[in-house]
């Protein structure tokens, strides 16, 4: 048999070199792809992370600016424009993206335009899927949620659900508790819209028996938002829980807002809220109460009713019991019902 020559020999060696630099090669060029790709996610993770936090600070911003006692509305984002002005933004809204419909639906809900609310229910299944709960949005939905209209807070529920991707079933709430248990920096939020679903008729009982469990955590700013979650959950179940928590929570902060609740934010309607009434009487005669929670009380009384009567137990049951018969609801003077 033929020997290999020289060059033949040197090719041959070559080749199992030249391999092993190619495998190094894709072998660099994977752990290189892997990195990258690890570097994007953490990309990706800190974006969300950043995103929520801020939609986190500016509740707490929104919050923290509506004292228990205030019956003002807050101002609208837009002025108010002419019917005729509307009518033809109103027909412009159709050429817009599904986002910026909604963005500029709700503006025009805030400024008090009938037409908007009806719109936005119209058009909400189209908007399915192609809503982001962006910072604007997000504003947006805030400023909504301080109307004294309650047909426009409840506009922004809708449209915070569908950009928050939370369609009207069990498995959004089953969603949001698996957040609430695992992601810490994630419940408060989820705490808030568990309570606006139940509001919305999904699963109510499940979202109350959770609120009110939270409601009773170790930690603080648990407390406080299960407490928002009960403001916008807005049944008549959950007024009793806000009463409790009003009169017992060992924070001030925690006390404060399930009076803002009662009396002011949340999904409480007018009606539901004056039903507290006499249970806010009753509790002027505990005696473990302290000054400050006492304070909350008539605040809590002022926003509701209307009325002032200052610190005075007596005046204020004297006045309740010329209010509290239903026949006599016609008589009530306009503004009693802050929502």
């Known amino acids: 048999m033929e020997e290999p020559t020289g060059q033949h020999r040197g090719a041959t060696r070559m080749a199992p070199e030249r391999a092993a630099t190619q495998r190094r090669s894709r072998t660099r060029s994977s752990w290189l792809s892997y990195g990258s790709l690890l570097v994007l996610v953490a990309a990706i993770s800190t974006i969300s992370g950043f995103q929520f936090a801020h939609f986190t600070n500016a509740l707490d911003k929104w919050r923290s600016s509506i004292p228990p006692y205030s019956s003002a ?87 915070d659900l569908e950009a928050s991707n939370l369609s009207k079933s069990p498995q959004s709430v089953t969603r949001l508790l698996k957040q609430i248990q695992t992601d810490q920096s994630g419940r408060y939020l989820a705490l808030w819209r568990l309570g606006a679903l139940g509001n919305r008729g999904v699963e109510p009982a499940t979202v109350l028996s959770n609120l009110l469990r939270y409601s009773h955590d170790v930690n603080q700013k648990t407390r406080f938002w299960a407490v928002e979650g009960l403001a916008m959950l807005g049944t008549e179940e959950s007024i009793d829980s806000l009463l409790s928590i009003m009169a017992h929570d060992p924070a001030q902060q925690v006390r404060e807002r399930a009076a803002t609740g009662l009396a002011r934010s949340g999904l409480l309607t007018g009606e539901q809220r004056l039903t507290a009434v ?62």
Not at 285 to 314: C, K, M, N
């Open 73 to 159: 509305p807050a101002p609208s984002l837009v002025s108010t424009s002419t019917a005729s002005s509307t009518n033809i933004e109103v027909e412009e809204i159709g050429h817009l993206s599904p986002q910026q419909q909604a963005e500029r639906l709700l503006e025009l809900a805030i400024a008090r335009h009938e037409n908007t609310l009806n719109l936005i229910n119209q058009k909400l299944e189209s908007w399915r899927g192609h809503l982001e709960s962006t910072n604007h949005l997000f504003h947006l939905v805030l400023s909504a949620l301080d109307s004294e209209d309650p047909r426009v807070r409840t506009a922004a529920v809708e449209i």
């Open 278 to 339: 006499p249970q806010l009487l009753n509790l002027l005669d505990d005696d473990s109460l302290d000054p400050s929670t006492l304070s909350l009380i008539y605040s809590t009384l002022r926003a509701i009713t209307g009325a002032s009567f200052g610190s005075d137990p007596e005046a204020w049951r004297e006045w309740w019991a010329h209010h509290d018969q239903p026949e006599k609801s016609r008589h009530v003077p306009k503004g009693l019902l802050l929502v």
